[in-house]
């Protein structure tokens, strides 16, 4: 096998195989090719997330509906002697210039793996060209898929606990203006930029934040497009109504940081869990902003006559984020995954230059 060096295709036994572009014709394969590889049991999808089926029901993670796709989200293929073996899709921020793969599929008794490397190559290739700044993407570490990653320049930098609440929970009734005001809890806003970022540089090691690189910009988006704070979750996002909120610190902010936690709140549109994103200054309880933010689920759902939309809830916590997750089992979520957290960038950090006292050697 003699790879052409461009990651457009290679030579198998004579016939060709290469990495492309998704085309309309191509969804009706595309379609089968995600159903079997995202089928319960089957051991193709390279994200390995252990989620499909109970107790989420029908709904899969990193599934993102073809109809759903938006003109700024990419879909590669593996074609091989006219059909369709792998299947790599990515979505795209476009304030940030990062790229997020969410599915990505291959099948063959013996080829699968190679046919995910080569898919993954071609991104890479292709968002340095089209000037992605990083490339993320989640995954079990399972059957080799942090070294598929790893392999084509990931790093890895974090691992999530994926905590669920099962739909048969009642949810708690919603909080009381009154009450939210006495606990702290208000919405957040454009002017919380700055002291949502101090909460987040209190509540993330300095190396995640160095790969993260969230600015203040990032902090200032709010609505359905707001993904900060970055979690494996986030693709689900788009079929969801997010609302944000802020407990603001109980001692004033006496340590520069004014804020004691952040809740995100996405009440889902589709059939899949709603989301809940908690962040805390350390040793500051969580469990005012989990409740809170179940009260919001509870308080959307009952808007709409006969919502249909009831799959649970769902929530990511890295590992350095206890006790959050102490808090979220507290209401009755139980983890049900753990997800790495993988990274590459396209841009080389360079020391900025720096001034330094005369007589300093």
């Keep these: 096998m003699a790879d052409r060096g461009d990651g457009s295709g290679d030579r198998r036994g004579g016939r060709t195989a290469k990495v492309r572009a998704a085309r309309l014709t191509d969804l009706a394969a595309l379609g089968e090719l995600s159903r079997l590889c995202q089928t319960e049991g089957v051991d193709a999808r390279s994200l390995g997330l252990p989620i499909s089926g109970p107790p989420i029901g029908m709904f899969s993670l990193f599934r993102l509906p073809l109809g759903a796709f938006r003109p700024h989200d990419l879909l590669y293929v593996y074609e091989e002697a006219g059909r369709l073996s792998g299947l790599l899709r990515v979505e795209r921020d476009s304030f940030r210039d990062e790229w997020t793969i969410v599915e990505l599929d291959g099948i063959g008794a013996s080829d699968a793996g190679d046919i995910r490397y080569k898919l993954v190559q071609h991104l890479v290739r292709d968002g340095s060209r089209r000037g992605a700044v990083r490339f993320h993407v989640a995954c079990a570490d399972t059957a080799g898929n942090v070294e598929l990653f790893m392999q084509a320049g990931f790093a890895r930098y974090g691992d999530e606990i994926l905590l669920f609440r099962p739909p048969d929970e009642p949810l708690p009734e919603p909080w009381?203006?009154?009450?939210?005001?006495?606990?702290?809890?208000?919405?957040?806003?454009?002017?919380?930029?700055?002291?949502?970022?101090?909460?987040?540089?209190?509540?993330?090691?300095?190396?995640?934040?160095?790969?993260?690189?969230?600015?203040?910009?990032?902090?200032?988006?709010?609505?359905?497009?707001?993904?900060?704070?970055?979690?494996?979750?986030?693709?689900?996002?788009?079929?969801?109504?997010?609302?944000?909120?802020?407990?603001?610190?109980?001692?004033?902010?006496?340590?520069?940081?004014?804020?004691?936690?952040?809740?995100?709140?996405?009440?889902?549109?589709?059939?899949?869990?709603?989301?809940?994103?908690?962040?805390?200054?350390?040793?500051?309880?969580?469990d005012p902003l989990v409740r809170f933010g179940l009260g919001v689920i509870a308080a959307r759902m009952g808007r709409e006559n006969g919502h249909t939309h009831d799959h649970g809830v769902i929530s990511p916590v890295r590992t350095y984020e206890h006790p959050i997750d102490r808090a979220l089992e507290d209401s009755s979520f139980q983890s049900i995954a753990t997800v790495t957290l993988l990274m590459k960038e396209t841009l080389v950090r360079v020391a900025e230059p720096a001034l330094v006292p005369a007589g300093v050697r």
């Design 176 to 286: 009381t203006d009154s009450a939210a005001r006495a606990a702290g809890i208000r919405p957040a806003s454009q002017i919380d930029a700055v002291a949502l970022s101090r909460l987040y540089a209190a509540a993330t090691p300095h190396p995640v934040q160095r790969l993260e690189a969230l600015r203040m910009g990032d902090w200032e988006r709010q609505g359905t497009n707001w993904r900060v704070p970055r979690s494996s979750l986030a693709p689900i996002l788009r079929f969801a109504d997010v609302e944000a909120f802020v407990q603001e610190a109980s001692d004033g902010g006496a340590d520069g940081t004014q804020l004691d936690g952040f809740v995100q709140v996405g009440v889902a549109k589709e059939d899949q869990p709603h989301y809940l994103k908690v962040l805390a200054r350390p040793a500051v309880p969580a």
